[in-house]
């Protein structure tokens, strides 16, 4: 009979046994601080303004604390369930906190030079704060431990222009808001399939990302360099295809059995979340996808086909050097899809066709 590890032991185990870095892994950024610090907001300066004072209003000041409904064991959940729950526990505590590290750091590097927008990235960094500080609350639960404080430390940080921070961020918050609000609203229809309390604080939870995403549009109208060449189509359409593409893989490939333990169809859910992000897109930027393209999907699904393969291999035996030989195809297809997912026609905004 093998001794269990105490609770400790074994939340630092699932911790370092779970956790592997991918493509499909949260990022932490950086960014040209000064170049920031210095743009020019005084067309939309009110705007700002107004954003501020909602900021500051903080509506969830009181809402993301744990009840009483946490305090027992969900060991009754099915272990395969739960396997997926941490992975999607890890990767949005994860994603949460790259966002207040990034926020906080503009914030204390525009604090001299730009109060008003340091003030409103303080703001934001209080928000992700919170919500990747509840996330992290729910993992000891599921036998899950992750150190914020060492994971800043030890991961690497990958260095974007102002310019693509402003359209990931927007698109992060914007995705994260439609991902909230649809669990949320499936929830709210099938309370019995609430497998677990974090759910009850998703309505508020994606009021932040709203406006986290409002506060990004604002920021990329003020500064029309940004969006009006054909330059900025190019790299709206590559942000646009990233998330989404991750966005895909992430929950068709690592996150079915999770989706589908709270009673949601995956494919439904993703496609759905995709459609309203990509609407909400026409608000910020010069371009978005088209995806009434059935090649767009298609050749998604490509991709879903050889991450399958590329994980099996991953899971024999088979040497290192074996395993990284075999997975090369399809690492090559995988980009092949990317490459022509790219190169598909997207909607001009200011036309309202396809280019």
């Known amino acids: ?22 493509i499909l892994t949260p990022r932490f950024y950086t960014t ?10 005084s067309l939309t300066e009110a705007d700002f303004e107004a954003i501020l004072q909602e900021f500051k209003a903080d509506y969830n000041r009181k809402h993301f604390v744990r009840d009483r409904e946490f305090d027992q064991s969900w060991d009754h959940i099915d272990p395969d369930i739960q396997r997926s729950f941490r992975t999607f526990l890890e990767g949005s505590c ?18 001299e030079k730009n109060p008003l927008m340091a003030e409103i990235f303080a703001l934001m960094s209080r928000d992700e704060a919170r ?29 974007f222009e102002p310019k693509f921070i402003f359209y990931a961020t927007y698109l992060s918050e914007k995705i994260g808001y439609w991902r909230y609000i649809k669990i ?3 929830l709210a229809a099938h309370p019995e ?16 990302e709203n406006r986290h995403g409002d506060f990004c549009n604002l920021l990329l109208k003020s500064q029309p360099q940004f969006l009006n060449d054909w330059k900025a189509k190019l790299w709206c359409r590559f942000f646009l295809l990233s998330v989404f593409a991750t966005m895909y893989l992430n929950d068709i490939c690592n996150r079915a059995d999770f989706y589908a333990a709270i009673g949601m169809d995956t494919r439904k859910y993703v496609d759905e979340v995709l459609r309203d992000t990509n609407r909400d897109s026409a608000k910020a930027f010069p371009v978005i996808l088209d995806l009434d393209n059935p090649k767009f999907w298609a050749y998604l699904d490509k991709c879903v086909d050889n991450n399958t393969q590329l994980s099996e291999i991953q899971s ?3 040497p290192k050097f074996l395993k990284t030989l075999r997975k ?4 090559v297809s995988n980009g092949l899809q990317f490459l022509k997912l790219y190169l598909l026609k997207p909607i001009d905004i200011q036309k309202g066709v396809v280019l």
Request: overall charge positive; aromatic content about 14%; proline content about 4%.
């Open 316 to 318: 024999s035996s088979a």
């Open 1 to 22: 009979m093998v001794a269990s590890l105490p609770k400790e032991q074994s939340q630092t185990k699932a911790n370092k046994t779970d956790r592997h870095e991918t």
């Open 32 to 41: 040209d601080f000064d170049a920031m610090a210095n743009m020019d907001i």
């Open 184 to 186: 949320h609203q499936h």
């Open 131 to 159: 919500h990747a500080g509840f996330l992290n609350k729910a993992m000891p639960d599921f036998k899950l431990s992750l150190d914020l404080s060492s994971l800043s430390k030890s991961k690497k940080y990958v260095y």
């Open 328 to 331: 090369l195809p399809y690492y």
């Open 94 to 111: 994860t994603s949460e906190f790259s966002g207040f590290l990034l926020y906080k750091e503009i914030s204390v590097k525009m604090k």
């Open 193 to 208: 399939n609430r497998i677990y309390p974090i759910f009850k604080f998703f309505e508020n939870w994606c009021q932040d």
